[in-house]
């Protein structure tokens, strides 16, 4: 049997909306017909191909443009575009412990992609209860910021504190069976959610600060504190993300750079709470990915059934 697949973290819904893509078309027609610079790396069907059981799904405003209400728009409209897509059985969308139960019998038959949805920062969210209708369409998983600082919390590229705001979400998260996506945090407000948090931790999509010295990445501090809570880390296959000296158009990175990561958080972590978060196509194609993946089913090559998968199926069982 294929390896249970288990992406966390796919920008799905901004790749239609945002950038218009059809990903109900496979790889290839969509490459073909692709306008942008950036050459796609995922469609449904190429998700499918490579046996991918699981992903956990974006709902994404970009808070560099428009504002709060356009962004709360935003992320009403793409979470009503995963309910159309499970609406015509392309997926199913896990709420409930249920749901994610019934989805490991169904999957092996029928090969449905399950979605577990994550809002990346919450900067759409006028204040911390309106977190409760996006949990009763299934919401599972939120980061507090995305590269920008905002109301709640210090971001990677706007360092700052958690603030009371912060404080108030994350309690409402816990309450509600939220969990916490490290990703994008200030280091000063990871730390300080981590202390404010008591629930569920992981982080989705993010490397080593001690290989990539920037905030968007985890130091070694908080690397060992996310074992410690019995998070996971996803990895991602990005070049930018692997090595500082990479620039785009440069040439493609061997695949050593990426498993450079995977043996400096496992050291750190232990090989348990290390998967993937490739973040495919957040912003970045085919031309800023190492050497030999091109797509899902490459991946198989990079790990073990725990990397690949198991290690982020057992973290949901866990909570979920
Ligand atoms: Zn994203």
């Not at 443009?65 to 575009?81: K, M, T």
């Not at 999957?107 to 949805?117: C, E, I, K, S």
């Not at 190492?290 to 059934?305: S, V």
Request: charged share 25%; proline share 6%; with cysteine.
């Amino acid at each position: 049997m294929p390896p249970f697949l288990v992406d966390a973290h796919l920008d799905l819904a901004w790749n239609a909306r945002a950038l218009g893509r059809d990903l109900t078309l496979s790889l290839e027609a969509l490459r073909a017909q692709d306008p942008h610079p950036d050459t796609p790396l995922v469609t449904l069907p190429s998700l499918k191909e490579a046996g991918v059981a699981l992903a956990f799904a974006t709902l994404f405003a970009d808070p560099r443009e428009g504002a709060r209400e356009d962004w709360e728009e935003e992320v009403y409209a793409q979470l009503a575009l995963y309910e159309a897509w499970e609406r015509g059985g392309l997926v199913r969308v896990l709420r409930e412990r249920a749901d994610l139960l019934a989805h490991l019998e169904r999957f092996p038959q029928d090969g449905v992609l399950g979605l577990v949805l994550l809002l990346e920062g919450a900067h759409a969210l006028e204040a911390p209860e309106d977190l409760r209708p996006l949990r009763k369409r299934g919401l599972r998983l939120l980061s507090l910021t995305w590269a920008t600082g905002n109301a709640y919390a210090g971001g990677n590229a706007e360092p700052g504190p958690l603030t009371a705001k912060g404080q108030a979400l994350l309690q409402e998260m816990a309450a509600l069976g939220v969990a916490l996506d490290l990703s994008h945090l200030a280091e000063e407000a990871a730390w300080e959610a981590l202390e404010a948090y008591r629930g569920p931790v992981c982080a989705t999509h993010a490397n080593c600060r001690a290989l990539v010295p920037s905030e968007r990445h985890l130091s070694d501090g908080l690397l060992r504190a996310l074992a410690g809570r019995e998070g996971v880390l996803g990895l991602v296959p990005f070049n930018a993300f692997l090595d500082p000296a990479w620039k785009r158009g440069m040439p493609r990175l061997p695949l050593e750079a990426f498993l450079r990561h995977k043996a400096h958080a496992e050291a750190l972590m232990g090989g348990g709470r290390v998967g993937l978060g490739t973040d495919w196509d957040g912003g970045f194609g085919l031309e800023a990915t190492p050497q030999g993946l091109d797509r899902h089913r490459d991946l198989c090559a990079l790990g073990d059934e725990g990397f690949l998968g198991g290690n982020w199926l057992r973290w949901l069982l866990g909570w979920f």
